[in-house]
């Protein structure tokens, strides 16, 4: 991103400024994501957007901060599917095919990624904390609707901890082999893993 994209016009200068704040997120998520977290700093991300590293102390003070704010963005990520996915006048089958399909759009962008690819030491430990108590949420929350369905009779009998576990542990995999030239459409990596996951949930004939 150059200056002439960094200096555009906002509404207003609070919207100017969480712009800026918003391309040094996104500029730093994609550093920490293909060079490191430690093998990234603030000059590097700086660089990147053509600006000085005077500049970016104006949005942010430190690396950590721009790790811990890419992390803040997938709670907030993870707050919205827990409220769409909590509706119980859905089919359970429908809640888990969005929660997956939500995750997986996520997880292929450059602030998504970070989750998975940034290691949580990185982070002071209440930050690690905040962010492990808004992922488990997320994990409870198919845990109980893997469970609903058991009840119900449209998942077969497993383990929903060991359920929960296969299914996010593909889906945070995704960064690892997706981020090339040709990256995978993320409606298309979806629509195959739920082909899978489905199958393997629903009991035979249900599908």
């Not at 409220?83 to 962008?109: E, F, G, M, N, Q």
């Not at 970070?114 to 949420?137: K, N």
């Not at 009779?153 to 593909?170: K, N």
């Amino acid at each position: 991103m150059g200056n002439k994209k960094w200096g555009e016009p906002g509404s207003s200068r609070d919207e100017q400024r969480q712009a800026k704040r918003q391309a040094v997120l996104l500029a730093g998520a994609k550093l920490f994501n293909d060079k490191g977290y430690e093998q990234t700093s603030l000059e590097d991300i700086a660089q990147a957007l053509n600006i000085t590293k005077r500049t970016i102390y104006y949005y942010v003070q430190s690396k950590e901060e721009i790790l811990f704010a890419c992390q803040q963005s997938g709670q907030e990520f993870l707050r919205d599917t827990l409220a769409d996915c909590s509706d119980p006048s859905l089919p359970v089958i429908d809640r888990i095919r969005k929660l997956v399909t939500d995750y997986c759009a996520w997880v292929c962008t450059d602030i998504g990624a970070c989750s998975p690819l940034v290691r949580e030491v990185s982070l002071s430990p209440d930050r690690r904390a905040e962010l492990r108590a808004g992922r488990a949420q997320l994990d409870h929350l198919l845990r109980d609707m893997i469970r609903q369905g058991i009840e119900a009779g449209v998942v077969r009998e497993c383990d929903p901890r060991l359920m929960t576990s296969a299914i996010f542990g593909a889906l945070n995999w995704i960064p690892y082999w997706n981020r090339t030239e040709n990256p995978v459409p993320p409606g298309r990596i979806a629509e195959a893993y739920l082909n899978l996951i489905i199958s393997g949930m629903v009991p035979a004939g249900q599908v």
